[in-house]
């Protein structure tokens, strides 16, 4: 006897019922959809993802694109949609869309690209699309569009599409006046470097809010105290020690525009026996696993929770609910731990 059958047996309904109640279909009502439930899991009973995409034009699984797979935030993001997504019986195909570095790079990151719209995605084994820090063209959009898969993005405004965007010229006036704010006027800024100018253009935006609240201050910006790195703990300690051995310049305090380069920079200024904050105040951008272990001053912008939010607009599309065409704005806040201090006095 077929399980599904058994199932059907011990739940006292049609097999029909059964299938429907698996399948989430809300025909059911939720007292027989619990029992079915029970008798499936009393069974062993699961579900064929073969037999459940042919009968409902559904693969139960959603295709998430990212532009870094060794990024911490990035992977918080996934985390956060992948649990959600699973809670709700979806699977996750990951798709990944490196950045450029150079212009042999570029070339065979632009076919990659195409060949994720052209090639990958027409193929339709997901049933909706999540894009992470994914600027569209009007090809792609169009491309998506004939697909009739939903799409939600997440890290910038999609036109047509509802998307979760952080307000990152906010997020660096934040950062940089609680410096001025502690009395600092040397602030330096620890940006990506060109090679991280791709989609939304996140360091040039950052860098913009930073010199935008010290020229509100009256403070004038220093090139100088701009310098450039890869997002990365090594990065951000090779940044500060250019910062902090450049004869030219005196920073009090540093923003770095990640979480990761201020635990570089954190670690430069031990290193160069520089007490933070007492000598250099230091604050970066994310909400890392690792800030309070650090002390790091952060502006946390709950990546975990930003995931489970665009996994919940793909479900609530899924579920033909429907989205609004708007970018929505995502949160953040200020943690003021010891890595930021007022200002030594001489």
């Not at 731990?337 to 200002?343: C, D, E, K, Q, W």
Request: hydrophobic letters at 45%; aromatic letters at 6%.
């Amino acid at each position: 006897m077929a399980k599904i059958q058994r199932v059907a047996e011990l739940a006292g309904v049609s097999t029909a019922t059964v299938s429907r109640a698996l399948a989430g279909k809300t025909s059911v009502s939720p007292a027989t959809k619990a029992k079915v439930e029970a008798a499936a899991k009393e069974l062993g009973y699961v579900v064929s993802s073969a037999a459940s995409s042919l009968a409902s034009g559904r693969t139960r699984n959603v295709g998430v694109v990212l532009p870094y797979l060794d990024s911490w935030f990035f992977m918080a993001v996934l985390k956060g949609a992948q649990r959600l997504l699973a809670d709700a019986g979806y699977d996750v195909t990951l798709y990944h869309l490196p950045p450029a570095n150079g212009l042999e790079e570029d070339i065979e990151g632009a076919q990659r690209r195409a060949r994720l719209f052209d090639e990958f995605l027409r193929r339709q084994r997901c049933d909706a699309i999540l894009a992470v820090n994914l600027e569209l063209d009007d090809a792609e959009r169009a491309t998506l569009g004939d697909l009739r898969r939903p799409l939600v993005g997440l890290g910038g405004p999609l036109p047509g599409l509802h998307t979760l965007s952080l307000d990152d010229t906010a997020v660096a006036r934040c950062a940089t006046q609680h410096l001025l704010d502690l009395g600092h006027r040397h602030i330096a800024h620890i940006t990506g470097d060109p090679d991280f100018e791709r989609d939304f253009q996140m360091p040039a935006t950052r860098r913009a809010g930073y010199e935008a609240s010290l020229a509100d201050a009256g403070v004038e910006s220093d090139p100088l105290l701009v310098r450039h790195a890869n997002f990365t703990i090594e990065g951000g300690y090779a940044a500060t020690k250019e910062l902090l051995t450049d004869p030219r310049i005196h920073p009090t305090a540093i923003f770095a525009a990640s979480d990761e380069m201020a635990i570089g920079a954190i670690l430069a200024a031990r290193d160069l026996g520089r007490d933070v904050a007492g000598d250099v105040s230091i604050i970066g951008v994310d909400g890392h696993d690792l800030a309070e272990f650090f002390g790091l001053t952060t502006i946390d912008q709950f990546p975990e929770r930003q995931g489970q939010q665009v996994a919940q607009l793909v479900l609530d599309e899924l579920a033909g609910d429907g989205v609004e065409a708007v970018d929505e704005a995502l949160p953040y806040q200020l943690v003021a731990r010891r890595s930021t201090a007022p200002l030594r006095q001489p």
